[in-house]
């Protein structure tokens, strides 16, 4: 999404004034035009704009005839109109014709930052909105941010999207999902896709800060506010100061924590210990947690107010068995990197299906760990169904393949070895009548069975 401001209007010390006012609030993307004509060749040029600030009384092409255009060719481009006469006539046609608000001169500097935040905001949420109802694909933009999430399921591409299109605003974003799904790998792109990407991310375990540890670690102390304490600290607010905190197994933190951790959230501020000064920081929070929170607020084990600020944006991590067309691309990937570069025969297809099979608990580190070791014991020979563990050779398929299914087509030696299995299954494992019930030799069936690792 572009973040570009476009500010037109044809008084200039009101451009300068404006300029000013959003740099000194962070708002650094600005395009300044004094001459409608140039800004409306623009638009019609492709050039897209988050929010437009138009005046309406201009020379050569007013405020309202600037308003169509820009609708016209860009329609999700959030315009605010200002002028320096209040007309509610006008007022309601410029909202008839797409413009988001209003405002009349003289506009304070905070109140002008508010409006164009909260129109950024809308234009953010609207476009999240929109991802998933389209037919299409999502294109992700910040494509270097995102490159070490590797995927092609659906899911996880409009899960992606809907992360950098929250990484442009400074919503608190809260991260579920299974362990080993990779919650801080996404928490790490939001950063790098962020207008915080060039400062501080800090990743905390909150189930590691207990006791006294957690004012000290969070909020820093200064020298001889308790014993040991020989120097100033800085806290992990402090020094993530206009970075991102990430904050994982946020619902491990304890009760009497939370408190002091919705103060921060609210505030934007920390109080060192031995001190009663408080200090502001700017921190973008981004927190995880692989426990189920809905049930620790149902038993008083987290703060509701937490969480609904925590909550700004909600993104849940798929689960590896939600997107098994991602487990071959992710197996190379972790056989380059445990041998190399690949000679195209690194897994025989027996062991293939196997792994495609299984439903990994432990998701993506789980197949990363599988891969690590077979790797290990095949000793860069093609991995077999022997080199992998005892517990994949020995799975079971939970169901059948499926005709007319959603999901990804299962590779068909997958479906051969799951049908074997089950015919093997239903003559209690008797070999003679397994081969004639499946019209295949009794020595075909043996090597068939050898090969998934039955003896």
Not at 356 to 379: F, H, T
Request: charged content about 25%; hydrophobic content about 40%; proline content about 4%.
């Amino acid at each position: 999404m572009n973040e570009t401001i476009l500010v037109v209007d044809d008084e200039m010390d009101f451009l300068d004034s404006v300029k000013r006012g959003l740099i000194s609030a962070g708002i650094r993307d600005i395009r300044a035009e004094s001459d409608p004509r140039v800004a409306a060749s623009s638009v019609q040029q492709g050039d897209r704009y988050a929010v437009a600030l138009i005046d309406i009384t201009m020379p050569w092409l007013n405020g309202v005839q600037l308003l169509e255009i820009i609708k016209g060719a860009c329609p999700d481009t959030e315009c605010i109109m200002v002028t320096a006469v209040n007309d509610a006539r006008t007022a309601v046609e410029c909202l008839q014709k797409g413009a988001y608000d209003y405002l009349t001169k003289p506009v304070s500097r905070d109140e002008l930052v508010s409006k164009i935040r909260r129109a950024t905001e809308r234009r953010r949420l609207l476009e999240v909105i929109s991802v998933g109802k389209t037919g299409s694909l999502p294109q992700i933009r910040h494509k270097d941010a995102f490159a070490p999430i590797v995927t092609r399921s659906d899911k996880m591409l409009r899960l992606l999207k809907e992360a950098e299109l929250h990484a442009a605003s400074d919503v608190p974003v809260l991260i579920t999902g299974e362990s080993g799904t990779g919650k801080e790998l996404l928490a790490r792109a939001i950063h790098r896709s962020s207008p915080r990407a060039s400062f501080t991310f800090t990743s905390i375990n909150m189930a590691s800060l207990t006791g006294s540890l957690f004012d000290a670690e969070f909020f820093g102390h200064t020298k001889g506010a308790f014993t040991g304490a020989e120097k100033d600290r800085a806290g992990y607010l402090e020094s993530t100061h206009r970075g991102t905190l990430f904050m994982d197994e946020i619902g491990d933190l304890p009760l009497d924590f939370q408190g002091k951790l919705l103060r921060a959230l609210q505030e934007g501020e920390i109080i060192k210990l031995g001190t009663s000064t408080a200090r502001k920081v700017d921190v973008r929070f981004i927190a995880a947690t692989n426990a189920d929170l809905d049930k620790l607020l149902a038993r008083g084990g987290f703060r509701k107010d937490l969480y609904y600020r925590l909550k700004g944006a909600w993104l849940s991590m798929v689960p590896l068995r939600e997107r098994r067309e991602d487990i071959p691309i992710l197996i190379n990937l972790f056989l380059k990197e445990f041998r190399g570069e690949l000679t195209g025969q690194d897994i025989e297809e027996g062991a293939l299906g196997l792994l495609m099979a299984y439903d990994y608990p432990g998701n993506v580190r789980e197949l990363r760990s599988i891969i690590q070791a077979s790797s290990n014991l095949s000793q860069k020979r093609p991995i077999a169904v022997r080199h992998l563990p005892e517990y994949i050779r020995k799975s079971r398929p939970k169901a059948a393949v499926q005709a007319g299914g959603n999901g990804p087509i299962m590779p068909l030696a997958e479906a051969e070895r799951i049908h074997i299995l089950q015919a093997y299954e239903t003559t209690t494992r008797n070999k003679l009548r397994t081969a004639k019930l499946l019209g295949i030799g009794l020595n075909t069936l043996r090597r068939k069975l050898a090969s998934y690792g039955e003896s």
